[in-house]
């Protein structure tokens, strides 16, 4: 007999595919591959519908779409610097269904004049992954935190809403030890360095990248655990969508959308509303009694309004754009110190302009972004309160931060084998907290770090052995200055972040592809961690800038024919010095202080695609050791706490054009709460399906989509204390206009 849970799946894809006499027209209408001559998929590959304005960037496996064709034939191009540009290819789009077309690249020494340079390289492997806009809209996430559950090597430290935010850790990372960058800007927070991924929505997201491990000699300061870049929607077609969502526990979500361009200018506009009420059951457990309860002061709500203007003349485009989120959320605390009443608000203001100008050879980018952050934290229980929930102390504080940041971009064709990546970057922040209850230290102080960065990153085809196809070398190098001003108590200093990687592709039967780095990275303490002053929390402003030593060496080939199939493997070891822990110390308050770490591990991946890839499976396994080095008693060689050993996710992806349907797994093993390796959380397996269904007629698109999220009602807890929902449903209605 079915389980519940697999009955309710069951009809739910019942109820879609009976209607198989309904198909719909698909809004995608060219899909393809593209690879190099030795099988090698190609990322970042220009191919463009000659004629039209609609065109297309292949993300990892050298996939592209294309949407919103009318029925008829097509020409398409295809570019990337360092092949030669294939030739045209003539393709017929139907009414229904959609064309699959290949193309092969040859590599070859383009001259000077003829190149068109882009920017950041992208390279797929097992420490990098992309999420583009297909696959976004096809996962039915709606914010950052939703999607990236689902890449590999990332786990999202949700806590059950008692801080109200969702967390990222990469390789077993900190949450600060990761820079979130959104259109090359930073969103961490300057007061801990973290960024709560439920406040990133993704309507105006087109693709997001994960660099996984350290990172600095890119990206500077806090990128020692890994890098999330996060690219802005770009116009491409006009369009007005519509989309209307419901979800368990009194959730909906509204978000109107609109783009469009008038001869040289394009704009998009986005205005997105997100509610979620956060009442949910759990249960705990108090001696030996096992209890139910309900999750209160868990509500979340947040309002969020985008808006890009581009121009573009030549070979000169600039754009200017628009952030405003504002979000409201409850603090309901852990189980045994419960806070109904505490509450946290966040006020985001972003103002960015950008103005590129390339040429044949070079391409320069300039970039100012101007940034206002406030936060405000409030508990304060009526005096009439039960005593459980006045366990946690009165507190009301809030701080504001506003940056003003610079940066240019600058690549240069050196010559016929070699590409030159030469950034300069300013920084200014500037920080006041202030705690508004009467009686604590500190009640209003400003802090203000100025920083300023320059970097060096090379590409060059090195000579290669005959049984070799390409051989690549790519040595990277970065200058970052450093000032804090904490009231007249200045602190200033440097650091050097080097980095060096190796990228061979053999020539065998199947294309085998090895890459090797290895490299430096680092992280400033925050503000939190150096200046901090509160009731029973100080700062500590002799902390020492977290540093490591970083290296990877991976191995990946991918199999292009019929069927599709991919494979890569990646060893990790990063030795962390300096490592920024806070801990409880005298007189019951917490402070931070420096120890050291260690983190190595095991990465694998694969992929296969089965009835040209409308059946698309994906495993990723991730096998981390996380160690303590701090040579401390009952702790040296222990593991860190919080760091599962084994993770392992699984999806299966059916395509059938106007229906999608997938299922995910993702398994976790255990893994300690106490530094002294004394306590043990348990591990959790959940299960997720998603169904979409897809109505295309004319000029307009309909999809539904349905995602049952836990199918089997797993209870478990990522932060102790902080129970999280069980099973959970979420159903949207999206109406779009071309």
């Not at 698909?26 to 590959?45: A, F, Q, R």
């Not at 060096?500 to 961690?529: C, E, K, M, N, Y």
Request: proline content about 5%.
């Amino acid at each position: 007999m079915l389980r519940p849970g697999l009955r309710i799946v069951a009809l739910a894809i019942a109820c879609l595919v009976i209607p198989g006499q309904l198909r719909a027209q698909s809004t995608v209408k060219i899909e393809g591959y593209v690879h190099s001559s030795t099988g090698e998929p190609l990322v970042g590959v220009n191919v463009v519908v000659l004629g039209t304005a609609y065109g297309a960037t292949t993300e990892p496996g050298g996939r592209f779409f294309i949407e919103n064709l009318f029925a008829g034939q097509y020409e398409l191009q295809v570019s990337h610097i360092g092949y030669q540009s294939a030739s045209p290819v003539t393709v017929t789009v139907e009414k229904t269904g959609r064309t699959t077309c290949r193309f092969v690249m040859t590599p070859m020494a383009i001259p000077l004049e003829e190149v068109v340079v882009t920017g950041r390289p992208v390279r797929q492997s097992s420490s990098s992954e992309l999420f583009s806009r297909e696959r976004i809209e096809r996962s039915g996430a709606t914010s950052l935190a939703e999607l990236l559950v689902r890449a590999g090597g990332v786990e999202i430290q949700d806590d059950g809403q008692a801080s109200g935010a969702s967390r990222i850790s990469v390789r077993g990372s900190n949450s600060n030890q990761v820079v979130v960058l959104y259109d090359g800007i930073p969103l961490n927070d300057p007061l801990t360095g973290e960024v709560d991924l439920r406040t990133v929505g993704l309507a105006t997201v087109e693709t997001v990248q994960i660099h996984k491990g350290g990172a600095s000699s890119s990206f500077g300061s806090g990128a020692l655990g890994g890098v999330v870049e996060i690219t802005s929607r770009r116009y491409s077609v006009d369009e007005l969508k519509v989309n209307l969502s419901r979800r368990s526990f009194s959730g909906y979500r509204i978000q109107p959308y609109l783009a469009g361009g008038l001869q040289r200018m394009s704009y998009v506009f986005n205005y997105e509303h997100m509610q979620d009420g956060g009442r949910y059951p759990y249960t705990y457990i108090r001696g030996a009694e096992t209890l139910g309860d309900t999750r209160i002061n868990a509500d979340f709500t947040s309002n969020s309004y985008f808006g890009k203007v581009g121009f573009e003349n030549g070979p000169d485009r600039a754009h200017v754009q628009v952030n405003i989120n504002r979000s409201d959320r409850g603090l309901p605390g852990l189980v045994f110190s419960w806070t109904p009443y505490a509450r946290a608000t966040n006020d985001r203001s972003l103002i960015a302009a950008r103005y590129v100008h390339q040429r044949s050879g070079w391409r320069s980018q300039w970039q100012g972004s101007y940034h206002v952050s406030r936060s405000e934290f409030l508990n304060a229980p009526p005096a009439d309160a039960a005593l459980r929930y006045r366990v946690v102390p009165p507190y009301h504080s809030s701080y504001r931060v506003k940056s003003a940041r610079l940066a240019s971009e600058n690549v240069v064709q050196a010559s016929a084998t070699s590409l030159l990546h030469l950034n300069v970057s300013a920084l200014l922040m500037r920080l006041q907290d202030q705690n508004q209850l009467s009686g604590f230290l500190d009640d209003d102080k400003r802090v203000e770090q100025s920083s300023a960065a320059v970097s060096v990153l090379g590409e060059f085809s090195l000579p290669r052995p005959a049984f070799l196809q390409s051989l690549e070398l790519r040595p990277e190098l970065r200058l970052d200055f450093y000032r804090f001003d904490n009231v007249g108590t200045v602190r200033d200093g440097q650091h050097l972040s080097p980095r060096l990687g190796l990228i061979a592709g053999g020539g065998l039967a199947v294309p085998i592809q090895l890459h090797v780095t290895v490299g430096r990275s680092f992280r400033l303490p925050t503000f939190a961690d150096l200046f901090f002053q509160d009731f029973r929390i100080s700062g500590n402003p002799e902390l020492l800038p977290e540093t490591s030593s970083d290296f990877e060496g991976g191995l990946s080939f991918r199999i292009a024919a019929w069927p599709s199939l991919s494979l890569a493997a990646s060893y990790f070891h990063q030795a962390v010095d300096n490592l920024i822990i806070w801990e409880l110390g005298s007189f019951g308050a917490w402070q931070p202080r420096n120890s050291r770490a260690l983190r190595r591990g095991l990465e694998l991946d694969g992929n296969l695609g089965l009835f040209a890839d409308r059946l698309q499976l994906r495993g990723h396994a991730t096998f981390l050791d996380a160690l303590n080095r701090s040579g401390e008693p009952n702790r040296h060689n222990r593991r860190l706490p919080y760091h599962s050993r084994r993770a392992f996710k699984v999806s299966a992806l059916l395509n059938f054009n106007w229906l999608l349907l997938e299922y995910r797994r993702q398994a976790v093993s255990p893994w300690f709460v106490l530094a002294a390796n004394t306590k043990e959380m348990p591990g959790y397996v959940t299960d997720d399906v998603n169904i979409s269904l897809v109505e295309a007629t004319g000029r307009g698109k309909f999809t539904i989509k349905g995602s049952l999220i836990n199918v089997w009602d797993e209870r478990y807890e990522l932060v102790r204390g902080a129970p999280l929902a069980g099973r959970r449903w979420r159903l949207s209605l999206e109406a779009k206009l071309n």
